[in-house]
């Protein structure tokens, strides 16, 4: 059962650094834990106070979905998508990392 967490886990992380990759980051910031969140900030252009959101029980839960979800909008995916993002990471940021979804930008 920890073989398959571990590839999960590796599928994961492969996603969001090429996530980070295609948006103009840094890749190896999506396997730096807390820096990552600064980097999703930063693409979802959300002030750097969020950041304490993540820290909070329950309220992270729902800080993470509207991060996955203005991450999605950045690669004009749908909201659902970005809930996949942001629940499902291990399927859902392979499939945007490796995908054709190319980098737009903030929305304004």
Do not use: C
């Amino acid at each position: 059962m920890s073989f398959i967490w571990l590839i999960l886990a590796i599928a994961a992380l492969a996603g969001w650094w090429q996530i980070f990759t295609k948006a103009g980051q840094p890749g190896w910031a999506a396997i730096v834990p807390i820096y990552n969140i600064i980097i999703m900030l930063r693409i979802t252009q959300k002030p750097l106070w969020w950041l304490i959101l993540f820290f909070i029980p329950f309220v992270n839960l729902v800080a993470i979905i509207l991060v996955g979800i203005e991450v999605a909008k950045r690669f004009e995916k749908s909201a659902a998508f970005g809930v996949g993002l942001a629940l499902l990471s291990f399927i859902f940021a392979p499939m945007l990392g490796f995908g054709d979804a190319s980098y737009h930008g903030p929305t304004a």
